[in-house]
């Protein structure tokens, strides 16, 4: 549990001086059992030329504690794009007020991303998910969830996730061909966690239409939607929602298991340029 206050405003100074005024052409954020590997060397990463590191603990933020999170900012070079990553999630079901959630993307932001990358591990809503497969975010739903916004900050919600982006997704999934199937697209609710759902609270979200599950991502993607930047969400189906004996190791190891085609369609997405 995350008891000590954080200085927001310091964190975004940090992150600020560590990125020295250099370009951040998209900010990745990584999901369960996702970080470690993309940014890692060989199979299954996404290829970073890495310039620097940098720990969440030094910027003064809480670390993630939830297995299959790393725990730093890598700042590196994709072709011609510069690539900020967030190798592990900040989750309010740690006890982590929300705007510390989201302080180093928000971070990032203000120090000039121009685009964000949100990446995920999800629950099946939709009865024809299989387990493995990757998803574009559409949309979400958030009303039960946290938000990082304070005072009357009414911001339009019409097009969370771009549909620019998403053609664009749609077009390098067909491209690397290696999806096994088409990629569809997901509204994702949110559930607070850390629990899983219950049955009848599966049959809930999907008849208010979900597609996917998770405890993460819509608080972030509200806070890019603040921004005015362009945002996609990717997520990887790692279990039927509500199915029985569901771990949190199963979670993360069926996330680690499709890391390899998430990296080859990520490294397309994030070599390209978020504006287009
Ligand atoms: N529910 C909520 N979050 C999740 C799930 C799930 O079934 N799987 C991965 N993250």
Same mark, same amino acid.
């Given at each position: 549990m995350h008891t000590q206050a954080t200085d927001l405003q310091a964190v975004h100074q940090r992150v600020t001086s560590w990125l020295e005024g250099k370009p951040v052409d998209w900010m990745l954020v990584c999901g369960s059992g996702m970080g470690r590997g993309l940014v890692g +060397? @060989?199979? @299954?990463?996404? &290829?970073l030329d890495i310039v620097d590191t940098v720990g969440l603990g030094q910027l003064g933020l809480p670390v993630p504690e939830?297995? &299959?999170?790393g725990q730093s900012l890598v700042y590196g070079r994709l072709g011609d794009s510069h690539i900020c990553v967030q190798t592990g999630r900040l989750h309010p079901?740690? &006890?982590?007020p929300i705007q510390v959630c989201t302080a180093a993307l928000e971070g990032v932001i203000a120090a000039g991303a121009r685009g964000v990358a949100l990446t995920c591990a999800v629950g099946a809503l939709n009865p024809a998910y299989e387990a493995g497969q990757l998803v574009a975010l559409c949309d979400q739903m958030a009303l039960f969830g946290p938000t990082p916004l304070r005072g009357?900050?009414? !911001?339009?919600?019409? +097009? !969370?996730?771009s549909r620019r982006l998403r053609k664009k997704i749609h077009a390098l999934a067909t491209e690397i061909g290696?999806?096994?199937?088409p990629l569809d697209e997901a509204v994702y609710a949110h559930a607070r966690g850390p629990q899983y759902e219950s049955p009848a609270e599966t049959k809930a979200l999907r008849l208010l239409g979900g597609d996917i599950v998770g405890m993460s991502t819509t608080y972030e993607a509200i806070a890019v939607t603040a921004h005015q930047l362009p945002l996609c969400g990717i997520g990887v189906?790692?279990?039927?929602?509500?199915?029985? @004996?569901?771990s949190h190791l199963e979670v993360q190891q069926r996330s680690e298991a499709a890391r390899g085609t998430l990296a080859k369609l990520l490294a397309r997405l994030l070599a390209s340029d978020p504006a287009k």
């Open positions: +060397e @060989g199979e @299954g990463s996404l &290829g939830v297995a &299959g999170h079901y740690e &006890g982590i009357p900050k009414f !911001i339009d919600c019409s +097009e !969370i996730y290696a999806l096994g199937r189906v790692t279990n039927a929602a509500s199915q029985e @004996g569901l």
